[in-house]
């Protein structure tokens, strides 16, 4: 099982930036593809972004393609989501998630482990 712990959200105003930062602990990071989800009031909880585990590949949703960016530190035990060029719709709780797999995933039931969320709110 991986701990995790994510940061970095708040409030921010449209075209703004943000960095998300996910600290695990428990079994070997580095072992596990993580990615990010979002959950936005009265809607299903949503792939964002995903690395594998050697981030040799990334993988983003359509709707953040060219603003977001995931990273990951293994020596850290840290992964990152740097939002740039933010939108009201970005607006949800983001969730940082250890996959089963060193591999990328997308869907939530394909994930095995999750962090409690951090709020991310974009004013227009």
């Known amino acids: 099982q991986v701990q995790l712990v994510e940061s970095g959200g708040g409030l921010v105003q449209a075209g703004g930036s943000l960095r998300l930062s996910c600290v695990a602990s428990g079994r070997t990071f580095s072992s596990a593809a993580m990615g990010w989800f979002r959950q936005a009031p009265g809607k299903e909880r949503e792939f964002v972004a995903a690395i594998s585990w050697n981030s040799g590949a990334t993988l983003y949703a359509d709707s953040v393609k060219g603003r977001f960016t995931i990273s990951r530190d293994n020596a850290k035990d840290t992964v990152y989501l740097q939002m740039n060029s933010l939108k009201p719709e970005d607006t949800a709780v983001y969730y940082c998630?250890?996959?089963?797999?060193?591999?990328?995933?997308?869907?939530?039931?394909?994930?095995?482990?999750w962090g409690r969320g951090t709020q991310v709110t974009v004013s227009s």
């Open positions: 998630a250890a996959a089963k797999t060193r591999y990328i995933v997308i869907h939530v039931y394909e994930y095995a482990d």
